[in-house]
């Protein structure tokens, strides 16, 4: 039995327009805003003889497991992230650390280009590689950077280094 057509309607038009999303940035099911995002601008690929290497030093296989978990970390929030841990035990360590301040036991020279007031953090992939970097303080979440007429926003991770070798932050073993 087919479809009775209306007279003044255009199925193609109508069929056409069910394949859009009904989700719209305002609604309870969309958490966009929420959502952890990261930032390659200030990747610092010049300390090789430090220990960090570049995306061209990575494995297929590196990069393929970088690319996922940052796919996998850019469905969460920053707070979600920093509550999330890994390991058992005495070795349960969570998946996002924010240190705040510059590590004292560090193989890295610190970039000079980057500010001195953020907040440093590391981001554990797997074993002991880390992907290294800083995020702008909570307390300038929201506050308008007047030069550009932008606000700042303390849910985007800034990558500075890819750390193979846990190298950034040392802790004793």
Not at 90 to 111: F, G, I, M, N, Q
Not at 131 to 158: A, M, Q, W
């Amino acid at each position: 039995m087919s479809k009775k057509k209306n007279k003044f309607g255009n199925t193609a038009k109508e069929s056409y327009l069910k394949s859009f999303s009904n989700i719209v940035l305002s609604s309870d099911s969309c958490d966009i805003a929420v959502r952890l995002k990261f930032n390659f601008s200030y990747l610092d690929e010049s300390q090789e003889k430090n220990g960090f290497v570049s995306f061209s030093q990575l494995t297929k296989v590196q990069a393929e497991k970088l690319l996922n978990k940052l796919k996998e970390f850019s469905r969460n929030s920053r707070q979600d992230l920093e509550n999330m841990y890994v390991g058992s035990g005495k070795h349960r360590y969570s998946l996002l650390a924010v240190y705040k301040d510059w590590p004292k036991e560090t193989d890295a020279e610190r970039p000079k280009y980057i500010p001195q007031d953020v907040d440093w953090a590391r981001f554990r992939l797997e074993s002991d590689f880390r992907l290294c970097g800083f995020f702008i303080p909570k307390r300038l979440d929201g506050e308008e950077d007047s030069r550009f007429k932008v606000y700042f926003d303390s849910n985007t991770f800034y990558v500075v280094f890819i750390d193979p070798n846990h190298r950034f932050y040392k802790m004793e073993r």
